[in-house]
């Protein structure tokens, strides 16, 4: 296993199309975060699931956005109407336990996706 | 809602100096976790060091140490000896420790350090 691996690497689509993103998690992790960030900010948190259940939505994930995780392994992350504003890199992490369990457990970033909207 | 400021954009050092990277935060919890995140140009972001909120003695691995100043709310990165592998961009983040809570972090906004031969 090589680590978290997201597909595409890049991807430029018009205003207005669907796309849709793929992270393949470190296999034996049952979290998995994304996160979108934009140029000059940190990385801003949208979702996370704990195996396929969805735990967690930011107010940043619109109706437009949408994440899933069917059988606990994959994630995709689709986003409809697609805007400028959502040009970014969006980045996927996972861990094994949550990092805030008192274990020492680490998350694991992809490179991310970049999109561009034009 | 936790925030959490870098006040330095961008650093830079010579090879083998030591340099400081600041980070602030705000907070109401009094259990969390701190972190330091690496990312190098185009390649994915790596944890560097993280601080359990609980724990009074300051983290280390290797090159990299905190200074963790709870009352403060500060939590600076020292790199020593800094290597021109080093250069990236610095990303300080907050995790809420409560059991069973929001898993999510909340980065600062980064410090570019370029370190230069």
């Known amino acids: 296993d090589t680590g978290v691996s997201q597909d595409p690497r890049h991807k430029i689509t018009k205003r207005g199309q669907n796309v849709t993103f793929r992270c393949d998690p470190i296999?034996?992790?049952?979290?998995l975060y994304w996160y979108r960030q934009t140029l000059g900010q940190g990385p801003e948190f949208l979702t996370y699931?704990?195996?396929?259940?969805?735990?967690?939505k930011s107010r940043l994930l619109s109706d437009r956005f949408s994440a899933e995780r069917p059988k606990g392994s994959f994630s995709t992350l689709e986003i409809q109407r697609t805007e400028q504003g959502d040009s970014a890199m969006y980045l996927c992490?996972?861990?094994?336990?949550?990092?805030?369990?008192?274990?020492?457990?680490?998350?694991?970033f992809g490179q991310g996706t970049r999109l561009t909207v034009v | 809602a936790q925030t959490v400021t870098q006040s330095q954009p961008e650093m830079s050092v010579q090879e083998a100096e030591t340099v400081t990277l600041s980070c602030t935060y705000d907070?109401?919890?009094?259990?969390?976790?701190l972190f330091w995140y690496k990312q190098p140009p185009s390649r994915q972001m790596i944890l560097v060091i993280r601080q359990e909120a609980y724990k009074q003695q300051n983290a280390t691995e290797n090159r990299f140490s905190v200074n963790f100043q709870k009352a403060a709310k500060s939590f600076s990165l020292k790199i020593s000896d800094s290597q021109l592998g080093d250069t990236a961009m610095y990303f300080c983040?907050?995790?809420?420790?409560?059991?069973?809570?929001?898993?999510?972090?909340?980065f600062g906004k980064g410090t570019k350090l370029t370190v230069n031969p």
């Open positions: 699931f704990q195996n396929e259940a969805q735990l967690e």
């Open positions: 907070t109401s919890e009094n259990n969390y976790y």
């Open positions: 992490a996972s861990s094994l336990d949550a990092p805030n369990s008192g274990v020492d457990t680490e998350a694991f």
């Open positions: 983040a907050f995790m809420n420790g409560a059991q069973g809570g929001s898993e999510k972090l909340v």
């Open positions: 296999s034996e992790h049952n979290r």
